[in-house]
């Protein structure tokens, strides 16, 4: 049995996810986890259980109200084990249980965390814990005089709100301790958790490639080109985002509570990096315009970096898509970017990501459509929102309806394992192909 686990990472990787879900839907549906005259439903504890282990952050109940002290802090634990990635922590088990990793164990960890050399698996472990740790306790301490402020001195609840905030935003889930969201208009809060749920959408690669170069002294030109692609089209959705915000949604009071320019730029600026993955301050989400809805839908479902606590089909597969039509509609052959050649491995990987996931979004959107009568576009933003991570919600997500709460918890379990780990579990990859076929010709476009 274990040999058929370890033959099988994909399937060890859905095993440990499932117990994981197992075990916090049990932690979450104790009465020690509900306040009282409070009652969580098996559909409640389930949901949330998936949210916060997708990281995904979508809530159906008042977290402060809903949930004590003990179901908070089992909140923080499943939202810290699925930020940390489902790959690494089955790695970390299977590191502890067997003393090494299997080879088929450590290249699908390999493509997990975004290196290419088994033999670095081990190091970029430590890396992913030390990283991870690192922000989080530099997060802590940034918010701390802020919310020192916002709670008038109370040590032992701004201690507690910032240890929250600093898990939560680094592994961008939109759980908030005290249901007051981002405190969006006092920037001693709502800058450090910008800042450190944008780190959270780059991935550990990207991370740990502009660490290493900065300490050997290198500029930017060498940053790899998961770097270059990552961070380009990252800062590119986000600016794309603030340019959306601005010109559509300006004269949205619920958006733009005041006049003042200063105002609007901050809360536009919350506004373009939030939905990508973190799910914080909800209450102007509904209010928007319908086309608005539709784009942030877009932005959810191609999400953050691969690899990161973001989900979606990540930005560099989005890139590798571009590219790909640029080559066509040029006449070239070759997928290139910054004179480097994109394998032909990578653009199928991307094209089939795309596709599938595309296929999901609408299945699951048609899908929350039967079972709760909403409008296509508020289906697809929930479904978006469920597959991207992204944590917002339309209303669609309703504790009183089971049935979608299911569909959009799939949705999420897909979003955090990626449909690559699934399709692994499947199938494992066969040998290389010895005989090929001729060329055939078909007509598309």
Known sequence: MTYRLNSHPGRLTIIYFLALITISTTLLSLPISTQQGQKSSFSTAFFTAVSALSTCGISVVNTTEHW??????????????????????????????????????????????????????????????????TIETITLISLFPGLWSVNKGNIGKTLWESLFFAVMSYNN?????????????????????????????????????????????????????????????????????????????????????????????????????MPRSSGFDLSWVPDVKECTKVFMSIVMFIGGGSTSTAGGIRVTTLAVILLVCKAAFTGHTDVNAFHK?????????????????IALVFGASIALMLVT??????????????????????????????????????????????PMTLAYAVSRPKEVEVVRYPEGQIVVG
């Open 68 to 133: 004590t002290m003990f179901g908070q802090v089992v909140l923080i634990f499943c939202v810290q084990l699925g930020g940390l990635g489902v790959m690494t922590c089955a790695s970390l088990i299977a590191l502890a249980v067997n003393h090494h990793l299997k080879a088929m164990q450590r290249l699908l960890a390999a493509s997990e965390l975004g290196t290419n050399k088994l033999s670095e698996i081990r190091g970029v472990l430590h890396v992913v814990l030390m990283t991870t740790f």
């Open 341 to 357: 050649r994109i394998p032909s491995h990578a653009i199928m990987t991307a094209i089939s990501i795309t596709t599938s996931c």
């Open 373 to 418: 009568d909403s409008s296509f576009s508020h289906a697809m933003f929930d479904t978006c929102s469920a597959f991207g991570l992204g944590g917002y919600t339309v209303g669609v997500a309703n504790a009183d309806n089971p049935a979608s709460l299911y569909i959009l918890a799939a949705a999420m379990v897909v979003g955090r394992l990626g």
């Open 173 to 273: 889930c939109g759980f908030t301790p005290d249901g007051a969201g981002l405190y969006v208009n006092n920037w001693a809060v709502g800058m450090p958790i910008l800042v450190s749920a944008f780190c959270g959408t780059l991935g550990f690669p990207v991370i740990l490639n502009i660490f290493r170069t900065a300490r050997a002294h290198k500029s930017p030109k060498h940053w790899s080109l998961h770097t270059k692609i990552t961070l380009i089209m990252t800062f590119t959705i986000v600016l794309i985002s603030l340019i959306w915000f601005l010109a559509v949604e300006w004269d949205n009071p619920r958006l733009f509570k005041d006049g003042d320019i200063d105002t609007r730029m901050r809360r536009a600026m919350v506004a373009a990096v």
